[in-house]
């Protein structure tokens, strides 16, 4: 079976970690739902329940929070053959906290909490992946969360640089500085450092 090129890119991700028939394709792909996002748009705002789980097909998006002050604190950024959304809204159908908004034109193939139960109903292998993912997304957060801890904002920033070489030039500066935690200017002056060695 001939796929288009966003479904095979979900196929090609998935089949990472479970083996699917050529039926058992078909039948996933019946149950995405294709999203197109303009740059600046939002995927998702604070407040409203998460209705989808995301993979990223094509673009870049940031997905991030606001403190009180309105200062955005990004968590993330999800580029294509990433997953991304709220899991604790999605799965808990409880108001999100995060804000997901496309950086570039972006195409997304999102699954539905009633085609997501469905699926595991259907081919309950999908339960397999599905806590892969998860397992995933939980260990990336901890190691995010120990080296905000443990590493200076140079380290921080070299160590997005070796992980994700294929989103540094994607992003804004001004928003690497709210993923790395610092100030703008901060981080020009690190980036100069870096360049440098």
Not at 51 to 72: N, S
Not at 151 to 171: D, G, M, Q, S
């Amino acid at each position: 079976m001939k796929l288009k090129r966003s479904h095979q890119l979900i196929i090609d991700n998935v089949s990472r970690f479970i083996d699917l028939t050529e039926l058992e394709k078909r039948k996933y792909i019946s149950l995405l739902t294709e999203v197109k996002v303009k740059k600046k748009e939002f995927l998702m705002q604070a407040g409203e329940i998460a209705k989808y789980e995301y993979f990223i097909t094509e673009g870049c998006l940031k997905v991030y929070t606001l403190d009180e002050d309105g200062a955005p604190h990004i968590s993330m950024f999800a580029v294509e053959d990433y997953w991304t959304g709220d899991m604790a809204s999605f799965m808990r159908k409880e108001p999100s906290h995060y804000f997901i908004k496309a950086t570039e034109d972006s195409e997304l193939l999102g699954i539905s909490r009633a085609n997501y139960n469905l699926l595991f109903q259907e081919i309950p292998k999908f339960e397999r992946f599905y806590r892969i993912l998860y397992q995933k997304s939980l260990i990336s957060y901890i190691r995010r969360s120990n080296h905000g801890i443990s590493l200076t904002a140079e380290e921080r920033y070299i160590e997005f640089k070796r992980k994700y070489p294929n989103v540094v030039n994607r992003i804004t500066q001004k928003d690497l500085a709210a993923y790395i935690g610092i100030t703008p200017e901060f981080m020009s002056k690190i980036i100069s450092k870096v360049n440098r060695m």
